[in-house]
């Protein structure tokens, strides 16, 4: 089986060689992104293999059945990026549902930390040799309440670590967590209430029609005056230019972005020698009170090696057997749950 993989970054090759020895599956390394240019690169491989910012629109989905692509192995969960009613009946798009939770929502916390106990800021003065302690005030976690939108996997995670904390925790999700209530620290609520009553506010839900800019102008009004905004699941479910507005006028206390909207064409890549085209960026990353991670919550060796590994199982069980229990269809359900009708 080979593979044409796209978006290449060294830290991806090692433990994608090792499990595709192990599978015999062959990867071709492309540093380039999938796009409508780049799709030719497929010709003459089974498979293609894409991470969160290729751009798998109808033209490109076309230009790989013609090649005779039967695959989309994804290696990531999200799979906003891929139109999956155009791929229906052209290709098999296969994901890793969950990797490390514990990686993206350690980030999550470390992003939180450092801007409240204002570490970052500490870090560059003492660079210099200033050990002055004015303007690095910040305020305890403990007693303080979290609001978690969305309570997969990773937001349950988030949420222990917080409870680590001494933290109050409300919940939102469309399909809440059963037993994850305790009647007492942990509860799930309207977002309504969610924002009115939360000092931090973490998004760990996917993208979805019904969750772009989730986040917007309406909802930061509603928010708790000073919240504190972190975000280490896709940059879409915040309206970046609101987000702005309400950082300027004091409403958002501080914002810990690990995701932007329109990362695709800058997260991953070094720019430093660039002027920034995006203003909206620019404006956010000079605000002193914004920590912006280039959507590297995910980077630990324990979720390389579960991406990795999972992702080969994915094809490997595909050629073996015709399917795959990560397959998505047409909706983004998994394979089982199309089979029992439930996507319908």
Not at 229 to 240: F, K, Q
Request: proline share 3%.
């Amino acid at each position: 089986m080979k593979f044409a993989f796209f978006d290449t970054k060294p830290y991806d090759r090692p433990a994608f060689e090792k499990y595709g020895s192990l599978h015999g599956v062959s990867f071709k390394f492309f540093e380039a992104k999938l796009n409508e240019d780049t799709a030719e690169l497929a010709r003459g491989y089974d498979g293609v293999c894409a991470f969160v910012n290729d751009t798998v629109s109808p033209p490109v989905i076309d230009k790989l059945a013609e090649l005779g692509v039967r695959v989309l192995a994804l290696r990531c969960a999200g799979f906003n990026n891929v139109d999956m009613r155009h791929a229906y009946g052209r290709l098999h798009v296969l994901r890793v549902p969950a990797y490390s939770p514990y990686a993206v929502a350690e980030h999550a916390m470390a992003l939180l930390l450092t801007s409240i106990r204002r570490i970052h800021k500490a870090y560059i003065r003492s660079r210099d040799f200033n050990f002055s302690l004015s303007g690095l005030t910040g305020f305890d976690l403990h007693g303080k309440t979290v609001g978690v939108i969305g309570t997969g996997r990773i937001g349950r995670v988030f949420i222990d670590i917080c409870r680590g904390f001494g933290m109050r925790v409300l919940c939102y999700d469309k399909f809440p967590a059963t037993g994850l209530e305790d009647g007492d620290r942990i509860r799930y609520v309207e977002l309504s209430e969610l924002y009115r009553k939360s000092d931090v506010i973490s998004l760990h839900c996917p993208l979805t029609p019904e969750t772009h800019h989730l986040i917007n102008e309406e909802s930061l009004a509603a928010c708790k005056k000073g919240v504190v905004l972190i975000n280490t699941s896709r940059g879409a479910l915040v309206d970046a230019e609101a987000l702005l507005s309400a950082i300027k006028a004091r409403q958002v206390g501080a914002a810990c972005l690990d995701v932007y909207e329109e990362e695709s064409d800058l997260f991953f890549e070094d720019n430093s020698g660039h002027i920034l085209e995006d203003d909206t960026l620019a404006r956010l990353i000079s605000m002193p009170n914004v920590i912006v991670t280039s959507h590297q919550a995910f980077l630990t060796e324990e979720a390389l090696e579960n991406i990795a590994e999972t992702t080969v199982r994915n094809i490997s069980d595909f050629f073996a057997r015709g399917e795959c229990e990560n397959e998505l269809c047409w909706r983004g359900t998994s394979a089982e749950d199309c089979k029992s009708g439930k996507c319908f």
